[in-house]
């Protein structure tokens, strides 16, 4: 589902963010990127739905060569992939409805595609009685809730958690980590980049460690450290 | 497609309240803009109107040579008459000429004791059908063997020409500058509005918006933009011109006025669609430059 040969990130600046890094993730599985800041998790995310391109290297989602999609190309990927952020992006004058719905609209889905599948992805994620709400009104696992409705809404094959209970207590990250579980038992490819301890060991899932650019370890029933 | 249109007006009117006062501003940017370009846009076609009016009347002077007999004379005016460009020949026979200006300044001078004989020519005065022919027709007419003089009020004429020649260079000057400005503003007033919307962006290319889709509310706010400048300045203008026709209809009946009224709507139409025109670019500017600097 998801293939790095040889990939290299260095800034404009001149940091090295990236270096030769090569990994397979495949169908359906569900990956965890640990490594402390600056280590270059953000920036390998980013590089898989094309906000960043890779200095050099192959970065293939889906069977697409990222680097060399056509610009136009760009937003079928992203319809592919959903993105769940730690500070959640919701757009704050617009319902917790409207902002899932948002991710439907702007794909020029017909209004009841949008109502039945924003819906059921409320549904999903247990947020059905705050349809409502406004995105101020809602506690941080709410809101990352509501985000991670926002991601799914499309049934994308591939969802992407960047940090996602960064900014959440270990109760409600337990929650969220739950619920990213959940959607990868619905068939799709979880990518959760952190650095809490804790989710990682409980969940054992497959570990890939970064350290300054490097890919350092890559591990199945993997925890946080060696 | 129906629920993504009305997606972006929903979206344009959002932007629209948010900056309520720079959209203000450029709405009454783009009016003050569309005005001069109207009143100048009139002004020309007027100055146009009464040059060529006048210019229409003014007759072109053929003198013949003095001995010419009356039928060769006739034979001369119809010739004129034929020449490309010449609407009628009015001939004074010299007899004629003669016992009016002693009827005009008979009275002042003892003109018979100076001069015994008539002095005077035969006249032929010849209206053109376009005062652009005068030139062309004065030439005709003089290189007829019977003809000593030809004389038009040409260079009258050129003048006011070159006057409206320059009053037009001024004007499409002027309103190039203006619509620069214009275009310059709303493209400030839209670019705010896209940076208060940059996470919206941001979200709707992460969920897979293309460029054209992110693109429109802000095109479409342009437009609405254009739309409400586009008819102010029309109202203005259409309010002025008419009560500045009246009054000058009153007090100079003699100079003519433009008021075909196909003509002045064309005028309004072209105005305000240049208000849209530089709304929509201005919006499709702004929003271009946010999009464009992404991988």
Request: charged residues 20%; contains cysteine.
């Given at each position: 589902?998801?293939?790095?040969?040889?990939?290299?990130?260095?800034?404009?600046?001149?940091?090295?963010?990236?270096h030769n890094i090569s990994l397979t993730i495949g169908k359906e599985e569900f990956?965890?990127?640990?490594?402390?800041?600056?280590?270059?998790?953000?920036?390998?995310?980013?590089?898989?739905?094309?906000?960043?391109?890779?200095?050099?290297?192959?970065?293939?989602?889906?069977?697409?060569?990222?680097?060399?999609?056509?610009?136009?190309?760009?937003?079928?990927?992203?319809?592919?992939?959903?993105?769940?952020?730690?500070?959640?992006?919701?757009?704050?004058?617009?319902?917790?409805?409207?902002?899932?719905?948002?991710?439907?609209?702007?794909?020029?889905?017909?209004?009841?595609?949008?109502?039945?599948?924003?819906?059921?992805?409320?549904?999903?994620?247990?947020?059905?009685?705050?349809?409502?709400?406004?995105?101020?009104?809602?506690?941080?696992?709410?809101?990352?809730?509501?985000?991670?409705?926002?991601?799914?809404?499309?049934?994308?094959?591939?969802?992407?958690?960047?940090?996602?209970?960064?900014?959440?207590?270990?109760?409600?990250?337990?929650?969220?980590?739950?619920?990213?579980?959940?959607?990868?038992?619905?068939?799709?490819?979880?990518?959760?980049?952190?650095?809490?301890?804790?989710?990682?060991?409980?969940?054992?899932?497959?570990?890939?460690?970064?350290?300054?650019?490097?890919?350092?370890?890559?591990?199945?029933?993997?925890?946080?450290?060696? | 497609?129906?629920s993504s249109i009305e997606f972006f007006i929903i979206e344009a009117f959002r932007?629209?309240?948010?900056?309520?006062?720079?959209?203000?501003?450029?709405?009454?940017?783009?009016?003050?803009?569309?005005?001069?370009?109207?009143?100048?846009?009139?002004?020309?076609?007027?100055?146009?109107?009464?040059?060529?009016?006048?210019?229409?009347?003014?007759?072109?002077?053929?003198?013949?040579?003095?001995?010419?007999?009356?039928?060769?004379?006739?034979?001369?005016?119809?010739?004129?008459?034929?020449?490309?460009?010449?609407?009628?020949?009015?001939?004074?026979?010299?007899?004629?000429?003669?016992?009016?200006?002693?009827?005009?300044?008979?009275?002042?001078?003892?003109?018979?004791?100076?001069?015994?004989?008539?002095?005077?020519?035969?006249?032929?005065?010849?209206?053109?059908?376009?005062?652009?022919?005068?030139?062309?027709?004065?030439?005709?007419?003089?290189?007829?063997?019977?003809?000593?003089?030809?004389?038009?009020?040409?260079?009258?004429?050129?003048?006011?020409?070159?006057?409206?020649?320059?009053?037009?260079?001024?004007?499409?000057?002027?309103?190039?500058?203006?619509?620069?400005?214009?275009?310059?503003?709303?493209?400030?007033?839209?670019?705010?509005?896209?940076?208060?919307?940059?996470?919206?962006?941001?979200?709707?290319?992460?969920?897979?918006?293309?460029?054209?889709?992110?693109?429109?509310?802000?095109?479409?706010?342009?437009?609405?933009?254009?739309?409400?400048?586009?008819?102010?300045?029309?109202?203005?203008?259409?309010?002025?011109?008419?009560?500045?026709?009246?009054?000058?209809?009153?007090?100079?009946?003699?100079?003519p006025v433009v008021t075909d009224q196909r003509l002045l709507w064309f005028v309004?139409?072209?105005?305000?669609?240049?208000?849209?025109?530089?709304?929509?670019?201005?919006?499709?500017?702004?929003?271009?430059?946010?999009?464009?600097?992404?991988?």
């Amino acid at each position: 589902m998801i293939e790095l040969t040889n990939v290299s990130k260095t800034f404009s600046s001149g940091i090295d963010a990236l270096h030769n890094i090569s990994l397979t993730i495949g169908k359906e599985e569900f990956v965890f990127l640990v490594g402390s800041s600056g280590a270059g998790k953000t920036t390998l995310l980013k590089m898989l739905y094309r906000e960043d391109l890779p200095t050099s290297g192959k970065v293939i989602v889906d069977r697409v060569n990222v680097a060399e999609l056509n610009p136009d190309q760009v937003p079928y990927l992203r319809r592919n992939i959903g993105v769940v952020f730690q500070d959640f992006k919701l757009l704050p004058k617009r319902t917790v409805y409207e902002n899932v719905a948002f991710a439907l609209r702007v794909t020029g889905a017909p209004r009841s595609t949008i109502r039945r599948k924003a819906m059921q992805a409320l549904e999903l994620v247990g947020m059905l009685r705050r349809v409502s709400s406004f995105p101020n009104e809602l506690s941080g696992g709410e809101k990352q809730r509501v985000c991670i409705a926002r991601a799914i809404v499309n049934n994308p094959p591939i969802l992407l958690a960047d940090e996602p209970t960064g900014n959440l207590d270990p109760t409600t990250s337990w929650d969220i980590l739950q619920l990213l579980d959940k959607i990868n038992k619905r068939n799709t490819t979880v990518v959760v980049a952190t650095h809490n301890k804790s989710i990682v060991d409980e969940m054992k899932k497959r570990v890939i460690e970064l350290d300054g650019g490097r890919l350092i370890r890559d591990q199945q029933l993997g925890m946080y450290n060696v | 497609m129906f629920s993504s249109i009305e997606f972006f007006i929903i979206e344009a009117f959002r932007s629209f309240r948010r900056s309520a006062l720079m959209t203000m501003v450029a709405i009454v940017t783009i009016t003050v803009s569309l005005t001069v370009f109207g009143f100048f846009l009139l002004s020309i076609i007027n100055m146009g109107n009464i040059v060529g009016t006048f210019a229409s009347r003014l007759d072109l002077v053929a003198y013949t040579s003095k001995d010419l007999s009356l039928e060769d004379a006739a034979a001369v005016q119809l010739k004129i008459g034929k020449l490309p460009g010449v609407e009628k020949v009015e001939f004074t026979s010299k007899t004629e000429a003669w016992k009016k200006f002693k009827g005009d300044f008979g009275s002042k001078l003892a003109l018979e004791e100076i001069v015994h004989e008539n002095p005077l020519p035969h006249t032929f005065a010849v209206r053109v059908r376009n005062p652009d022919m005068l030139p062309v027709v004065a030439k005709s007419i003089s290189d007829l063997e019977v003809i000593d003089e030809v004389r038009y009020s040409g260079k009258l004429i050129d003048q006011m020409r070159s006057m409206v020649g320059a009053v037009r260079a001024a004007g499409i000057v002027l309103v190039v500058l203006l619509s620069l400005a214009t275009l310059l503003i709303v493209v400030n007033t839209i670019r705010l509005t896209v940076i208060a919307r940059e996470t919206d962006i941001y979200i709707m290319k992460l969920v897979g918006a293309t460029n054209t889709f992110v693109k429109w509310p802000f095109i479409i706010e342009g437009i609405m933009i254009g739309v409400i400048g586009g008819i102010a300045s029309f109202i203005i203008l259409k309010l002025s011109y008419d009560s500045a026709i009246m009054q000058i209809s009153a007090a100079l009946p003699f100079l003519p006025v433009v008021t075909d009224q196909r003509l002045l709507w064309f005028v309004y139409l072209v105005m305000t669609m240049t208000g849209v025109g530089l709304g929509m670019l201005g919006g499709y500017i702004s929003v271009s430059r946010a999009l464009k600097n992404e991988p």
